[in-house]
């Protein structure tokens, strides 16, 4: 008989902004989708988070929700092998984010560099919102009510996990269940993130026009890539470039195999190629990874109800875990629902 020890659990969450694209996906879910197999994955769409700037108009909230989870699913998150839900279906993450808020020290929330960056960079919105300094407050329930081991983010997030353990640790000096501590201090996973230019050479971004979805069919694609942005000194095709200061072979390093890589680095220095055959290569390489995600969304973009299905199941099964850390909570703080007081 093989003793099996039980596995890591792995919690991550993405803001519900709509249709995810490439940088989403090299970013976080490209690695979401490896983690499956090594841990007990938790992977929620983070609805609550979304309204703490986008507040004003919630027309979209539950289609945007939607499409991310498809893309999940096309990306090859598989709800065989990880839970996958709602921030807003499983309410005992307020909860559990109202009773935090009562132990933390405004200054704690004031010092995240995010909060200050964004509310300097942010002007079109009015973020002098409660829910907007106590974001990354709801991001430390939303892990420490799964007890996980690991998160899985970028460099950007990081304050954010030191945060969660900054609360947890005040958290389980105030209140313990017979001397014992309720609430395990998680780890960030830090996501190496590559530089991934969009069409016009600037970061991939949602608000700069300039992505590449995962949703994209493979004449969009190629479109797209032909209007793309090279390396500024080859202007006419005689003239050579140079990959490395060119959007496209930014491309060509993360997507392309060595064989493509040394193609272009020989024929771009030597002008022996033209920038539209370099490009035609990187959309090749694009259309590799993005085609079969075409196939596996088809049977949830003819039927939604499939996906969504997938989330109330991932939602109903998150509220479970979620509650038994919550009575936890409950107890160590003297306030469990079930018993008059002793
Ligand atoms: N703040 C994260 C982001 O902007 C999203 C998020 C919300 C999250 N809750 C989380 C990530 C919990 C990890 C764990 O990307
Ligand atoms: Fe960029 Fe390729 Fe043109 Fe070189 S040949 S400048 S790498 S698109």
Not at 142 to 152: A, M, Q, R, S, W
Not at 199 to 204: H, P, S
Not at 308 to 322: C, H, N
Request: glycine share 6%; hydrophobic share 35%.
């Amino acid at each position: 008989m093989t003793i099996s020890t039980p596995r890591k659990r792995v919690l991550s969450g993405m803001r519900s902004t709509g249709k995810l694209h490439l940088g989403n996906f090299v970013g976080a879910l490209e690695n979401w989708v490896k983690m499956q197999d090594q841990y007990e994955c938790f992977f929620f769409v983070a609805d609550w988070h979304a309204l703490t700037t986008d507040y004003a108009d919630t027309s979209r909230v539950k289609q945007n929700s939607l499409d991310v989870a498809i893309d999940w699913l096309a990306a090859g998150l598989d709800p065989d092998r990880c839970t996958m839900f709602i921030q807003s279906h499983v309410p005992q993450h307020a909860e559990l984010h109202l009773l935090f808020s009562m132990i933390t020290p405004l200054g704690w929330l004031e010092r995240v560099p995010t909060y200050k960056e964004q509310r300097e960079n942010i002007t079109e919105k009015d973020l002098g919102t409660y829910g907007f300094l106590g974001y990354p407050l709801l991001q430390a329930a939303d892990i420490l009510i799964y007890k996980g081991d690991f998160v899985p983010v970028g460099e950007d997030q990081v304050a954010h996990i030191e945060l969660t353990r900054e609360v947890a640790r005040r958290f389980n000096q105030f209140y313990k269940i017979k001397g014992k501590e309720v609430l395990p201090e998680p780890q960030p996973l830090l996501t190496p993130t590559p530089k991934l230019p969009g069409t016009d050479g600037r970061k991939m971004s949602k608000s700069y026009g300039n992505t590449i979805m995962l949703s994209d069919p493979e004449p969009v694609v190629r479109q797209k890539l032909k209007t793309m942005t090279t390396d500024p000194a080859r202007v006419r095709r005689t003239d050579p470039g140079n990959p490395d200061v060119c959007p496209v072979g930014d491309l060509h390093k993360i997507f392309s195999d060595k064989a493509t890589m040394a193609k272009v680095y020989e024929g771009c220095r030597s002008a022996g190629i033209g920038c539209i055959e370099c490009k035609g290569w990187a959309a090749d390489a694009l259309v590799q990874v993005l085609n079969p995600m075409q196939e596996r969304r088809k049977k949830y973009e003819e039927n939604p109800r499939l996906a969504w299905d997938i989330l109330e199941a991932g939602s109903a099964k998150a509220r479970e875990v979620a509650n038994a850390t919550m009575e936890q909570v409950r107890e160590a703080m003297h306030m469990s629902l079930n018993a008059p007081p002793k």
